[in-house]
């Protein structure tokens, strides 16, 4: 059985920074982050190759940082400068190895696997 679990959510004011941490229990795929808003469509964030590449969204690049430690099968959203718009629930995802990294950053891949979503607030 896979779980994902996600951890770091909180409420932080504009400029801040907060750190997501992914834990995947029973896999060796590639994983990635998600994030939905209230009333918006879901937002691929990162996506984590299972040989370590990253691929963040033109979005978030410059101020989000994503890493993977894969003997750990763990994976981080290190958020900074954070902006009010980025207030939304993130999740963590997870799928087969295979993946191609833009069609899971362009939303062309429902990942089999999913956390349970941790929330981030951001307050101006």
């Known amino acids: 059985q896979v779980q994902l679990v996600e951890t770091g959510g909180g409420s932080v004011q504009t400029g801040g920074s907060l750190r997501l941490t992914c834990v995947a229990s029973?896999?060796?795929?590639?994983m990635g982050w998600a994030r939905q808003a209230p009333g918006k469509e879901r937002e691929w964030v990162a996506h984590?190759?299972?040989?370590?590449?990253?691929l963040v969204a033109d979005s978030v690049k410059g101020r989000f940082t994503v890493s993977r430690d894969i003997p750990k099968a763990t994976v981080y959203l290190e958020m900074n400068s954070l902006k009010p718009e980025d207030t939304a629930m993130y999740y963590c995802a997870a799928d087969n190895p295979f993946v191609d990294a833009r069609a899971f950053l362009d939303g062309l891949v429902d990942p089999d696997y999913w956390g349970q979503g941790t929330q981030v607030i951001v307050s101006s």
């Open positions: 029973g896999y060796t795929g590639c």
């Open positions: 984590a190759a299972t040989n370590g590449d990253i």
